[in-house]
């Protein structure tokens, strides 16, 4: 019903940028969220930065914090521009929408997901 499909990831040097796109298709509704995970080898999926459709509420895990900007285009894409980017930020990123994605890990599964594009940051 709902598809996303993530783009502009690649190889970077430590202290780069990149920005991020996701393509939503299918009946978004209005209450919907957006938001960023990643996912490195051996790691729990953790998630990133986030917003409401409305683009009220962005909200960044510390780490990026002053380094990461989250962005939507109309419920139709989502941005992440990365910036000052840091080795310990390569992963699988992956882009979600839903009613609960701004919620309790437990209720992720209640969401739309994407495929996941590679970031990797060398140093």
């Known amino acids: 019903q709902v598809q996303l499909v993530e783009s502009g990831g690649g190889l970077v040097q430590a202290g780069g940028s990149l920005r991020l796109s996701c393509a939503v298709s299918?009946?978004?509704?209005?209450?919907?969220?957006v938001a960023w995970f990643r996912q490195a080898p051996g790691n729990e999926r953790e998630f990133v930065a986030g917003?409401?459709?409305?683009?009220?509420?962005p909200t960044y895990t510390d780490s990026v914090k002053g380094r990461f900007t989250v962005s939507a285009d109309n419920k139709n894409t989502v941005y992440l521009q990365m910036n000052n980017l840091r080795p310990e930020d390569t992963a699988v990123y992956y882009c979600?929408?839903?009613?609960?994605?701004?919620?309790?890990?437990?209720?992720?599964?209640?969401?739309?997901w994407g495929q996941g594009t590679q970031v990797t940051v060398s140093s």
């Open positions: 917003l409401r459709w409305s683009g009220a509420s």
């Open positions: 979600a929408t839903g009613p609960t994605i701004l919620g309790a890990p437990q209720n992720y599964g209640n969401n739309y």
């Open positions: 299918g009946r978004i509704f209005n209450s919907y969220a």
